[in-house]
């Protein structure tokens, strides 16, 4: 069995900490609310274009999104989207355009969420999650997919409704399970996948599909993409993955076999790596960790005993 000493447990997986905003689902059919909502002087919006928001630093260091009040904000009403509400009971929405607003000031700059997700707090790391998942589904889903009409937003943006047939579209999310695989000699498992840069290695993942539970999918996977069989499946965490739409479902699992035979489709090569091993891989760099926002990142940790090196990006 895997014997993981922890060093980082009171470290939360990024995206995942509480963000103290109520989405308040309940307001979202409620027109009238969401009008008075946006009127209201303490309501507070932000522009999301292209999984991008704009950031600033603060005069004390900190990182935060570039929010204004709603009368200050850009014009748009198909999309504009309501995130939720915090306990003082100020409202935020997220606005979709074609591109980011300019600053006079200069000093703001755009991000993704893959930077922007390890520099903000937890309220505005978890705004832009919801607000970039919102967008990713609406830029894809503009026509219903029962009879090929052009669908509607409603809910605030958490809908899309077709005129023609009456269908429904509720925001997409795909599951997909991530797994730190272990052996007997409690080495872990690492892959590279074929498009990867040179060095790079993190846990395996993969797709749920149809009738298949998690379970299931993690043992599939591992076989699939590195020969490898797995018997104990044990449930870690999950991760909101908004590249465009996924769930990051993290696993540790324990090897049943060890004789690596990889895809050469998916994954390049894989490799067992002892602690020893890895941490000299990284001293090397010989071997890349993935970035630190990603539950991968946050697995090998959970299993390596400390923090991985942060000099890279993914």
Known sequence: MTTRTDHTADRPISLTA?????????HRLDEAWLAAAWSHPTTRCFVVSGGQVLIDET?????????????????????RYF???????????????????GRIDQSARPAGLREAGLLLSPRDAGLMVHAVGLENWQRTHRFCSRCGERTVIAAAGHIRRCPACGAEHYPRTDPAVIMAVTDGQDRILLGRQVHWPEGRFSTLAGFVEPGESIEQSVRREVFEEAGITVGEVEYVASQPWPFPSSLMLGFFAHATSTEIDADGEEIEEARWFSRDELGAAFESGEVLPPYGISIAARLIEMWYGKPLPTRSAF
């Open 18 to 26: 509480p963000s103290g905003i109520d989405r308040a689902a309940h």
């Open 59 to 79: 005069s004390d260091g900190r990182t935060e999104l570039v929010m204004t009040p709603s009368f200050e904000a850009p014009l748009t009403e198909a999309h």
């Open 83 to 101: 995130l939720g509400e915090d306990e003082d009971g100020v409202s935020y929405f997220a606005l979709q355009k074609d591109s980011l607003p």
